[in-house]
């Protein structure tokens, strides 16, 4: 029972705790909602007192110090002076006005002194104007409406229009130089320090001038030495702006147009900004160092300039003016000019030095050594009474393997062959024979012995043995033969004046025509053209004509 009542004891003692810190919680909040509204009360209260009341403040050469006294006391103010302020004031004042006047008058009078006010709390310290920027006074952010006293505060200016660097320097004169004025253009925003009653003046002003349009001007800037077009791409990239737009805040844009017939730029832009553009110009715009300009020459050391000059001129490049759509993509991006010295088997090329090296890589790869091919060949005739097995061998830098087998490529004429009828017209031919070669039962491997072969045997005629050397997709061409006059026309004079005959000339014998084609495996490919032109002479006499008759047999591989 005993224990009942003790546990029932502090039960109470504990619910009675929780009460009066319950109570205490209730009592501080209320007193801090109380004191709130005590302060709000009193401070429409001393408003309404400063505006009631009417003192007289004329003053002849007093103290500074006794005059803020005065005002400490008649307005209830605390003041905290620093010991630097010194001075005298005198003050005319005939007529009576208001306790809010007459703190006016005070901080007038103080910044006239070179002083100024600035509030910490409860307490007002005065200080010369020079150490206000640096101490905590108010900050007014965008454009608030300023308060009527007359002392220091902070105000940001955001501008719409207007470049914030350019309106510092109107603003300047405009303010004592204790004041501060600062432009930021990220934000395109001015951040003025000064007593409020200038801030106000200088809003009023910019609200006139902070307009669309304003501060832009044309200007002409002559390029002498760089490229117009490219000296207006390199700018915008300068000054394109790369941060957020701020909200409410107009952009200000710098235009910039090439003139290429002038190489000038004309330039809409700001005052300052268009100082800005001409010192960088004076800087970029340099006569470029000898043996770095846009003409250049590259000396061929395998290809033949001319031809080199006809494959680059076809590139694609970028013409000025060119519509856009679907086109070959460029390979250089400015006018390039190219030609070539056939005398000195170069190039001469006009171009910026970027697309100089686009081309001169692409002129490396083009200007290698080609590969050569040396040829031999044998022009012969045979007589059909006897079969041979016939070839003639090209020998070209080596051999070439066709299934297995070292193969040569070879012709010859097949008539009267009843073995190779079936596969070769009759006449000249051409075709393919494996070495070694064999011919009338001589087995051999090239051109000299076929010729040491055929020469103790009266059934060949050789017609020619021609060797070329030539260059790789280079055609090679030999002609061996004469200029036999051949008659077109005879005409007898009736009257018995003779007669008269026309000749022209036409070149009979061996044209021989070979083109290789040579792979990146060193295998090659031939392309030949082959015509035999001789005189029948049996057709001739037969006619018993002055007119020869020709044969003409041809071998197109």
Known sequence: MKATNMTAKYLLISIASMLILVSTSHLNWAQDTAQSASKDKAAKLRKSKLEQQFVSIDFNNVDINVFIKFMSELTGTNFVVDQRVKGNVTIISPSKISLEEAYKVFELVLEVHGYTTVKSGEVVKIIPSPDARSKSIETKLRQESAAPEDRVVTQLIPLKYADPVEIKRLFTPLVSKSSVILAYPPTNTLIVTDVYSNIKRLLKILKEIDITGIGQEISVIPVEFADATKMVNLLNTVFKRTGKKTKGVQEIVITMVADERTNTLVVLGSEIDTLRIKRLIAMIDKDTPRGKGKIHVYYCKNATAEELAKVLQDLPTQQAGAPKGKQAAPVVAGKVRI???????????????????????????????????????????????????????????????????????????????????????????????????????????????????????????????????????????????????????????????????????????????????????????????????????????????????????????
């Open 339 to 557: 030609s070539a010295d056939k005398a000195t088997n170069s190039l001469i090329i006009m171009a910026d030095k970027e697309d100089y090296l686009v081309l001169e890589e692409v002129i490396e790869q083009l200007d290698i050594p080609r590969s050569m091919v040396y040829i031999e060949s044998l022009i012969m005739e045979v007589d059909m009474n006897k079969i041979l097995n016939l070839g003639i061998e090209w020998t070209v830098f080596g051999q070439t393997s066709i299934d297995g087998k070292e193969t040569v490529i070879g012709g010859g004429t097949q008539e009267g062959l009843p073995q190779v009828t079936d596969l070769f017209q009759k006449g000249l031919s051409l075709g393919l024979l494996t070495e070694p070669i064999n011919i009338a039962g001589f087995s051999v491997s090239n051109i000299t012995a076929i010729v040491n072969a055929v020469k103790t045997d009266d059934d060949f005629r050789i017609l020619s043995t021609p060797q070329i050397l030539t260059t790789d997709n280079e055609e090679a061409r030999i002609t061996v033969g004469e200029n036999r006059p051949y008659q077109t026309r005879s005409t007898t004079d009736v009257s018995g004046g003779g007669t008269f005959e026309s000749f022209e000339y036409r070149d009979v014998g061996k044209i021989l025509k070979i083109t290789p084609h040579v792979t990146e495996d060193r295998l090659v490919r031939m392309q030949i053209n082959l015509e035999v032109t001789n005189i029948d002479r049996a057709s001739t006499l037969t006619t018993s004509s002055t007119l020869p008759v020709t044969q003409k047999r041809t071998v197109d591989t």
